[in-house]
């Protein structure tokens, strides 16, 4: 390889790394946004574990977790729709009674 051609390896490799820092930060700023630092916490964490299931050879079920994910959305509807109805009872008691 030319010197012409590494260095057009590296500026291609510079552009990359400014493309992927920006894009980090705007994934950044809308995680923030939609109060999901949790989430990317939990991922980060179990990256490493999914690597080492997915070089031992270890299945996952993506159907599986499809149902549990359904699930899970289920019970959170619920839970949102609960939570909504006894906010709404609260104000209800608290708003100014009219004579």
Same mark, same amino acid.
């Given at each position: 390889m030319?010197?012409?051609g590494v260095a057009h390896h590296y500026a291609r490799l510079a552009e990359d !790394?400014?493309?992927t820092l920006d894009l980090g930060e705007r !994934? #950044? #700023?809308l995680v923030a946004s939609l109060h999901l630092e949790g989430v990317v916490a939990l991922e980060q964490a179990l990256t490493p574990v999914f690597a080492k299931?997915?070089?031992v050879g270890i299945g996952f079920d993506t159907a599986s977790l499809q149902r549990y994910a359904t699930t899970l959305q289920t019970r959170l509807d619920l839970l949102t729709? /609960?939570?909504n109805d006894l906010l709404r009872e609260h104000r209800a008691k608290r708003a100014p /009674?009219?004579?």
């Open positions: 030319t010197m012409i !790394l400014m493309n !994934l #950044g #700023g299931m997915e070089y729709r /609960q939570a /009674q009219s004579p």
